[in-house]
Structures are given as C-alpha cells and as structure tokens.
C-alpha cells in the first residue's frame, strides 16, 4: 500500500480576498502542511485557465457569475473570472508548502472546464493523473482542498470510479456550497465509497 496526499486548488483566488473566494478557505493551509509528512506522496493540483474561459460568465454575453448554462458536455455553473494562468489569483496560498512530487494542472484547455483532478467535465478527457499514479504503485489517496462540493468532490468521486482507496479530510477542506450543493456532493460521495476524516 503506498498513499497519496492529493492537495486541491489552493490558491490564491479561492482563498478570501480572491476572485472566487471560499469562505474560510486560508483555514487549510496549516492543517493541510502537517499532513504532508504523513504520506508517501505529495501532489498539489492548480485550476488554471487561459483568458476568456468558457467557464467564465464574462465569455457569455448577458450571463451572471453563478448562472448555469448548457455546454456540449452538460451543465456547467458559469463563475467569475479565477485563476488565469500566469495570474497572482492561480498561485498557490503563498503559505502552502508546495514543495510537493508533483504539480498538476488543469482546466486549461479552453472550451471544457475540469473540477476534476482525473478527468475534465465531459468525464473522458484524462488529465493523465491516473497513469501517474498506478505507475508510482499508488493506491490510497487522502484528498484535502478547496473547494469540497466542486473541485475536491469531483476529484474524490472519479478516484473511486478508478478503483482507488479515497479518503477525504473534511477538516482540510472549505466549500463553496452553492444551493445545497455541499450536503449534496457530501451525500454522493458517500454512496460512491469516498469515506471522510475526522
Ligand atoms: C473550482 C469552481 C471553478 C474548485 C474551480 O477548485 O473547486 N470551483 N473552478
Ligand atoms: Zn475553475
């Protein structure tokens, strides 16, 4: 058994004073920096997306931050503009230890978002994190981050369809909770196996 600390999106957008900001989402920083000893593995993820993403409300005229619209992949909440790569928004808490294995990036391709550290939002496209860890005889993963009920759940949820062992540490983590959506995403989770820390 070798076990992975996958750290989601903390970054400086998500954090408050950000352009998407999670409430309390500073909060993880510490908790998240004592956990990285206890694991074989480190790996930060970063959102990242060019200018004028389709996930943004401002590339669609007339749309509100947090209004939904149809893409050809289903429905996708449209956001503020967040973590523009190369941005001060898309760099990690400048308190987070990001001395990790590896940094993976995504939701950078233009016209798909990815919540999901595995797979974008049309749930095929691989973001290539699996091949990195079967490779590495990785089975275990602890998932910690912002934000629980989008980009932490997501990810969560695709590990179990891949087989892993998924734990998330609720104390890590800071939602977004749009419309209930954290008592939901917390309820999915569980029935797909993802079991939660203290
Ligand atoms: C996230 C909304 C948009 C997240 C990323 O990290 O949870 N949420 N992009
Ligand atoms: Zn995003």
């Not at 990785?138 to 990810?155: E, K, M, N």
Request: proline share 4%.
């Amino acid at each position: 058994m070798s076990a992975a600390l996958i750290v989601i999106d903390v970054q400086n957008d998500f954090c408050p004073g950000g352009a998407l900001a999670v409430p309390g989402g500073d909060e993880v920083v510490a908790p998240i920096n004592a956990m990285m000893e206890r694991f074989d593995s480190v790996i930060l993820t970063q959102d990242w997306h060019p200018a004028g993403h389709s996930s943004f409300a401002s590339a669609h005229p007339g749309k509100q931050p947090f209004d939904t619209t149809e893409m050809s992949y289903g429905q996708q909440v449209l956001w503020p503009d967040h973590c523009v790569m190369g941005s001060a928004g898309a760099e990690f808490h400048a308190g987070l230890r990001s001395d990790g294995d590896l940094i993976l990036r995504k939701g950078f391709r233009p016209g798909i978002d990815s919540y999901s550290a595995f797979f974008e939002n049309d749930q095929t496209t691989a973001t290539g994190l699996e091949g990195y860890l079967r490779s590495r005889g990785i089975t275990d993963l602890t998932l910690v981050g912002l934000a629980t009920d989008f980009c932490v759940a997501f990810s969560a949820m695709d590990a179990r369809r891949l087989g892993f062992a998924v734990t998330v540490e609720l104390s890590a983590c800071r939602a977004i909770d749009l419309d209930g959506s954290l008592a939901t995403q917390i309820e999915n989770m569980r029935q797909r196996g993802v079991k939660f820390g203290s």
